[in-house]
C-alpha cells in the first residue's frame, strides 16, 4: 500500500503537467476551433531559455520572464501559421503550419542548445518530504501547486476581467462577438499567446525533475493532446482529471509491469473514450447550426 500511495502522488504530480498543457490546447480550440500542435515545443522551448536564464538570476524571478518569452512565441505561432489559414478559411491548413513550425522550433533548439539532455538545477532541495508516511519531493508539490495556481488564475481572469468576458464571447459564439464590436482576431492572438504561456510554464516548472532538452516537448505534448481528447475540450475540470489518470496509469504500469508499457494505458484509454465517448469524459457534445 505505501509503494502505490507514492506510486500515486508522483503519478498525479506527472498527471497536473500534462492537464497545465492540456489546458493550453483549450484555450486556442475555445476561441477558433484550431489547436496549437507545436504545445509540447513551446514547453521545450521554456524549459530551455529557462535553463539559459537560472544561470544569470534566481529561479522565481525567471519565471515570470520566461512566461513573456512563451506569450511570445505563441503570438508567433497564431500571426505566422494560424491566422493565414483561418483568413482563406483553409479547414485543416492550421494543422500543417503549427506542426511545421513545431519542427522548425526544435532545430533551432537543437543548434543553439545542442542535442544533449541537459540538467536543470533545482531550486529546492532533493531531498524527499516525509507526508502522510510517503516520500514527496519539494519540486513535486511545487509542480502540483503550480499547475492548479495557473489554471485558476485563467479561469478568474476569464470570468472576472473585460477582457476574459471577450475571450468567454467569443468562445462562445465568434461571429456574434464580432457584430458586438470585440476584436475577435485580437482575442486568437490573445489565446495562443496565454496557451504557449501556461506551455512555457509548465516547461519550467518540470524542468528540475527530468532532464532539458529539445526532444522533451514531443511526448509531452503528445500525451497532454491525448489528455485533453480524454477529458474534452471544452471541459477545465475534464483536463485535470484525464491529466490525473493518465499520470497513475503511467506511473503504476511502469512499476507493476513495465517502463516499456507504460505509454500503452494512455492510448488504451484515448481509444476508448473515443470509441464510447467522443466528446470526452467531461465534454460536452455541441450541436452545430447550419
Known amino acids: 500500500m505505501e509503494i ?7 503519478g498525479i504530480a506527472l498527471g497536473m503537467i500534462y492537464a497545465v498543457i492540456a489546458f493550453g490546447y483549450q484555450l486556442t480550440f475555445a476561441t477558433s476551433r484550431t489547436l496549437n500542435f507545436g504545445q509540447g515545443e513551446a514547453l521545450m522551448l521554456g524549459a530551455l531559455v529557462g535553463l539559459t536564464l537560472v544561470g544569470y538570476m534566481n529561479y522565481w524571478l525567471m519565471i515570470p520572464v520566461v512566461m513573456i518569452f512563451g506569450a511570445m512565441q505563441g503570438v508567433v505561432v497564431e500571426r505566422v501559421g494560424v491566422r493565414p489559414a483561418l483568413k482563406t478559411k483553409s479547414e485543416f491548413g492550421w494543422i500543417m503550419t503549427t506542426i511545421s513550425l513545431a519542427i522548425i522550433f526544435k532545430n533551432v533548439a537543437e543548434n543553439v542548445w545542442g542535442r544533449d539532455d541537459l540538467k536543470f538545477p533545482s ?4 531531498s524527499p518530504l516525509k507526508f502522510l508516511g510517503v516520500n514527496v519531493l519539494p519540486m513535486e508539490i511545487v509542480v502540483v501547486v503550480g499547475a492548479i495556481a495557473m489554471m485558476l488564475a ?18 462562445n459564439d465568434r461571429d456574434a462577438a464580432g457584430l458586438m464590436g470585440i476584436n475577435t482576431s485580437m482575442v486568437i492572438t490573445f489565446s495562443y499567446a496565454l496557451s504557449s504561456m501556461t506551455a512555457a510554464f509548465a ?17 509531452l505534448g503528445l500525451k497532454a493532446f491525448a489528455v485533453a481528447i480524454i477529458g474534452g475540450l471544452n471541459s477545465g475540470m475534464g483536463v485535470i482529471v484525464g491529466g490525473m489518470i493518465l499520470g497513475v496509469a503511467e506511473t503504476t504500469t511502469g512499476y ?10 494512455g492510448l488504451v484509454l484515448l481509444l476508448l473514450v473515443l470509441a464510447v465517448k467522443p466528446a470526452g469524459l467531461f465534454g460536452k457534445t455541441v450541436i452545430k447550426k447550419v
Open 256 to 265: 507493476y509491469l513495465s517502463t516499456g508499457y507504460k505509454d500503452v494505458p
Open 123 to 126: 531550486p529546492l532541495s532533493a
Open 4 to 10: 502505490f500511495t507514492q506510486l500515486l502522488v508522483s
Open 203 to 219: 516547461g519550467v516548472l518540470i524542468a528540475p525533475l527530468t532532464l532539458t532538452g529539445a526532444t522533451m516537448g514531443v511526448v
Open 154 to 171: 485563467v479561469e478568474i481572469f476569464n470570468r472576472k476581467s473585460i477582457y476574459g468576458k471577450a475571450v468567454v464571447a467569443t468562445s
